[in-house]
């Protein structure tokens, strides 16, 4: 899927197909706004978040589905409920573009693991 090493959350999502893609930016962009402060970085060559210089969030594209890594199980576990209907793992969602995840949950699952982290 990479040609390259993405260097930057750009680079990562200009490699998409368009309905990966714009489901990718729909959730950076909540998380940009559920963590204004958190630093876009790219860890294990997907596109993460930092706070405060700890692992916070993460998005990923696998070829038939989209993840985002809250990057703890104690987190998945706490939301098991309101994930009905979406296939997770310890520290992963999986979803796709026909059913996104819905912005106010990814919103608390950002707010849970700021919490989490202070």
Do not use: C
């Not at 520290?91 to 912005?103: K, S, V, Y």
Request: proline share 7%.
């Amino acid at each position: 899927m990479m040609s390259d090493k993405p260097m930057t959350h750009d680079d990562y999502l200009d490699e998409l197909p368009d309905d990966q893609r714009e489901a990718l930016e729909d959730v950076r962009h909540v998380i940009r706004q559920a963590a204004p402060e958190a630093v876009e970085t790219i860890s294990y060559g997907i596109p993460a978040f930092s706070w405060k210089g700890k692992k916070l969030v993460a998005y990923g594209a696998a070829a038939k589905h989209l993840s985002f890594y809250p990057m703890s199980g104690e987190t998945v576990e706490a939301f098991q409920d309101e994930l009905e209907g979406f296939a997770t793992s310890k520290g992963t969602i999986r979803f796709t573009p026909e059913n996104p995840l819905p912005a106010d949950l990814v919103q608390r699952l950002v707010a849970a693991r700021i919490a989490d982290l202070e």
